[in-house]
């Protein structure tokens, strides 16, 4: 059997530790699937009527939002 490592992540080679922390805690949700996009809250909580975007994609999530989106492109491409 493996055994799991206790060890804390190295922060030295993660960017995210060197943002402030309330950018730290957005990313963070977002990478695990805790945020207020319709696709986590949905399939977490069963809040709301589904996961889809108002774009009519079937998944609203961070990837769909950084890089699907039809209606936040222009925004996403300032990123
Ligand atoms: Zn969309």
């Avoid at 957005?26 to 996009?37: E, N």
């Avoid at 399939?43 to 889809?52: M, Y």
């Amino acid at each position: 059997m493996e055994r799991m490592s206790t060890a804390s992540p190295d922060r030295s080679k993660d960017p995210i530790y060197s943002l402030p922390r309330h950018d730290h805690v957005i990313i963070s949700r977002l990478r695990t699937g805790h945020s207020k996009l319709r696709h986590d809250m949905y399939s977490r909580l069963k809040v709301g009527d589904s996961s889809g975007c108002p774009c009519e994609a079937p998944r609203q999530d961070a990837s769909h939002i950084r890089l699907d989106c039809a209606l936040l492109r222009e925004t996403a491409d300032r990123m």
